[in-house]
């Protein structure tokens, strides 16, 4: 493991008013995009789409750090021939890659998943390596329910997270470890800061247990938010502070960067939170964005399929992306929302 290399990519990674396209949707997932806005779910058209961001010059080279890519795109080829690895590269962004293979019921603990793919991870990680690949990203789903999550669902998505996280800086990919308190459910912010300080707690534990270099990861994790169904609601302010305070308890300054999920937030809440934090300042890591529906939904809607609308598309998703880039800086304010195109 070369630290060095690795440290210079996960910086470039958060380098100052860019952040991460999360373009790695599963197949399931990326159906059901296509479905909301009358698409059908084909390899071209699912191709079509993502070299419209990736060829949206102006949001690449100066919004978007790297991008993540489902296993089927890092092989894939725009329609005049040229690989999409390559379309990233010309940019200036950084190739990435989802390695993991989804979720299964954990024995034992009802309503409760641990990610899977650890099995031949190494010989996958060495395949993408060679395609153009300089970091991955593997997702921990922890769910709040009554009484969920258990120590155990928690220690297991930790453990995976830290041999993944090993693995990948044996093959000299940075990896993103992102360990996700999902938004769904009742629960109040105070609810979602207790069991996310519990779980980077005990991803960082694990961490250390594997003997993962922190200078050499990105860590995506979640935001102190309310649950989507709770009755309490969160103002930016409090949102933005209870996830500082969060974070500085449990993240080392170690580590180079921390790329938010936004989680099921609107565009536009996801942008503000982002803003709110960069802008009490003072901290010992970057703070960006790692979005995925928060940069595509715009664009998907602006699209909708058709060849005519990819240049309505661009313009949308370079809207959505500067505003993240504002807000990874503190420098985003509301009444910029309004000049979206």
């Known amino acids: 493991m070369n630290l060095a290399d690795l440290n210079k990519i996960a910086e470039a990674m958060v380098a100052p008013g860019k952040g991460i396209l999360a373009a790695d ?13 009358g698409v059908e779910s084909t390899e071209e058209n699912r191709r079509d789409y993502r070299e419209l961001m990736f060829r949206s010059t102006e949001a690449m080279s100066k919004y978007i750090s790297g991008v993540i890519l489902y296993d089927e795109t890092i092989w894939q080829k725009a329609k005049d021939g040229t690989p999409l690895v390559e379309i990233i590269k010309k940019s200036g962004a950084i190739p990435g890659i989802k390695v993991d293979e989804g979720t299964k019921p954990l024995p034992n603990c009802p309503g409760e998943v641990v990610t899977i793919g650890l099995d031949k991870l190494a010989d996958r990680l060495t395949k993408y390596y060679d395609q153009g690949a ?7 789903v922890i769910d709040i329910g009554q009484g969920i999550p258990s120590y155990t669902c928690i220690s297991a998505n930790a453990h995976a997270l ?3 996280a090993a693995l990948c800086q044996a093959a000299q990919i940075v990896p993103i470890v992102e360990p996700e308190v999902l938004m769904d459910g009742d629960h109040d912010i105070d609810r979602c800061y207790e069991v996310t300080e519990f779980v980077l707690k005990e991803t960082f534990q694990q961490l250390y247990y594997q003997k993962v270099a922190l200078e050499g990861i990105v860590l995506k994790p979640n935001m102190a938010v309310p649950g989507k169904k709770s009755a309490k609601k969160a103002s930016v302010q409090e949102v933005a502070e209870k996830t500082v305070k969060l974070l500085k308890n449990c993240v080392p300054g170690a580590v180079p960067g921390i790329a938010f999920l936004s989680g099921g937030q ?8 982002l803003d709110a934090m960069n802008k009490i300042g003072n901290l010992p890591w ?11 939904a ?4 602006a699209w909708s399929g058709k060849s005519e609308n990819v240049a309505a598309a661009q313009r949308a998703f370079t809207h959505r992306a500067m505003m993240n880039g504002l807000a990874s800086l503190g420098q985003w304010k509301q009444d910029l929302e309004k000049k979206a195109a």
Do not use: V
């Open 25 to 37: 949707e599963s197949s399931g997932t990326i159906k059901k995009r296509f479905d909301a806005i």
């Open 134 to 140: 300089r970091f991955a990203k593997w997702r921990a």
């Open 266 to 273: 609107s565009d536009e809440e996801a942008t503000a939170h």
């Open 162 to 164: 830290a041999r993944y």
């Open 298 to 301: 715009a664009p998907q809607k």
């Open 286 to 296: 970057k703070l960006t964005f790692s979005y995925g529906r928060a940069l595509q």
